[in-house]
């Protein structure tokens, strides 16, 4: 059993789920999660997910360039690499779906990390929406590319004012 709190945020509603202290899910309200059976979490704000509000508000308000939350994401042990790998592109840049590939070691898993980000199960903090076509096209994200589109908007704009700014 875990726990589960709503959020609202410049671009909707979001959950925010954690068991054991680690955040589980991050999420737009209208999304239906299969992995996440909203019957089984307890609707209550915890610490941890307090602060991950208050992290993903400074996150908004353009004070925050990189998340400091304990994660416990479940997935494959590709899922796991493809998560780590875009824990590592910086605020306010991009990858192309082939570079992150190459960053778990195989350079021929686009798809596959394809359907490892539309599979992460928090959005925002792993930041999935910084990964593009190699071509530069917005393709794909689960929750619209309207959000995708105001997220790299956000940060693009966020990271020319406070270059190399981190909390």
Not at 66 to 75: C, I, M, T
């Amino acid at each position: 059993m875990g726990n589960l709190f709503y959020y609202e945020t410049p671009i909707g509603e979001i959950g925010i789920a954690e068991t054991n202290d680690k955040i589980t899910h991050l999420f737009f309200k209208h999304e239906e999660l299969e992995e996440l059976n909203e019957k089984n979490q307890e609707l209550v704000e915890t610490p941890i997910l307090a602060e991950a509000a208050r992290q993903l508000k400074e996150y908004f308000d353009g004070k925050r360039h990189k998340f400091n939350l304990p994660l416990a994401p479940e997935g494959t042990d590709f899922m796991m690499r493809v998560w780590k790998a875009l824990l590592t592109i910086p605020y306010g840049e991009t990858r192309s779906y082939k570079e992150v590939a190459m960053m778990t070691g195989n350079a021929k898993a686009c798809r596959a990390v394809g359907m490892a980000n539309n599979r992460n199960p928090i959005s925002i903090i792993i930041p999935c929406h910084r990964v593009i076509g190699t071509n530069g096209d917005l393709v794909g994200y689960g929750s619209g590319l309207d959000k995708k589109t105001y997220l790299l908007k956000l940060e693009r704009k966020e990271s020319k004012h406070h270059s190399n700014t981190e909390l």
